[in-house]
């Protein structure tokens, strides 16, 4: 069984950076999903594809948050990251990891979704 666990802090500062790990258990992220995505949603802003990450390294991010957020493979613990600068109360939000099926900002049917995480942007 395919488990993905976000993990992270609840709570960050205005202009700080907010960074995000999904765990990946029940299955390689170099073998066994050609995408790997991170998702937020907000009562603002609704569900929002913020970028993906490919079994071999290669990024794509949503053209909104492009400027600012960095996705990255940590093979050696079978997990990925996310890192977003700068942030705002505006990112205020539940942040998802997922994986299995394809990616971009209409893309939602992916296979492996983790729980979700709640961070807060707030001083």
């Known amino acids: 069984q395919v488990q993905l666990q976000e993990s992270g802090p609840g709570l960050v500062k205005p202009s700080q950076t907010l960074s995000l790990t999904c765990t990946v258990s029940?299955?390689?992220?170099?073998?066994?999903?050609?995408?790997w995505s991170w998702i937020r949603r907000s009562p603002e802003k609704g569900r929002e594809w913020m970028g993906a990450?490919?079994?071999?390294?290669?990024?794509w991010f949503n053209p909104s948050l492009r400027s600012r957020t960095s996705i990255a493979l940590d093979t050696s613990k079978n997990r990925f990251t996310l890192d977003l600068y700068t942030v705002t109360p505006e990112d205020t939000a539940v942040y998802y990891c997922?994986?299995?099926?394809?990616?971009?900002?209409?893309?939602?049917?992916?296979?492996?979704w983790g729980q979700g995480t709640q961070v807060t942007v707030s001083s």
């Open positions: 997922a994986g299995g099926g394809g990616f971009g900002p209409q893309f939602f049917d992916y296979a492996y």
């Open positions: 029940g299955a390689s992220i170099t073998t066994d999903s050609d995408y």
């Open positions: 990450i490919s079994s071999g390294g290669k990024t």
